[in-house]
Nanobody, 119 residues
Framework: QVQLVESGGGLVQAGGSLRLSCAAS????????MGWFRQAPGKEREFVAT????????IYADSVKGRFTISRDNTKNTVYLQMNSLKSEDTAIYYC????????????WGQGTQVTVSS
């Protein structure tokens, strides 16, 4: 069974940085794309970033482009989200996710980690 465990969230002032981590277990981590999503209070979950199995083809939401960087270390079964120049609107629960089939939807999710940006 696939398990995803996020960490690294917290409280940070606007303009600051945080690095989220997501540790995966339960199958061959390196074969599937990984993604980060977030859900702010009262809003639907939204896409943040995704990365292919080999670390290429990073895609970002327009709202985080140039500020956030997704990366992965397949030797550690971990995907990261480096978040710089944080804004109050980045406040949300951040989730990592992966897929049971390479071309299918994201259907494995972590429990989430809270990021709060104070202005």
């Amino acid at each position: 069974q696939v398990q995803l465990v996020e960490s690294g969230g917290g409280l940070v002032q606007a303009g600051g940085s945080l690095r989220l981590s997501c540790a995966a277990s339960g199958r061959t981590f390196s074969s599937y794309p990984m993604g980060w999503f977030r859900q702010a209070p009262g809003k639907e979950r939204e896409f943040v970033a995704t990365i292919r199995w080999n670390g290429g083809s990073e895609i970002y939401a327009d709202s985080v482009k140039g500020r956030f960087t997704i990366s992965r270390d397949n030797t550690k079964n971990t995907v990261y989200l480096q978040m710089n120049s944080l804004k109050s609107e980045d406040t949300a629960i951040y989730y990592c996710a992966t897929k049971s089939a390479y071309t299918g939807p994201y259907d494995y999710w972590g429990q989430g980690t809270q990021v709060t940006v104070s202005s």
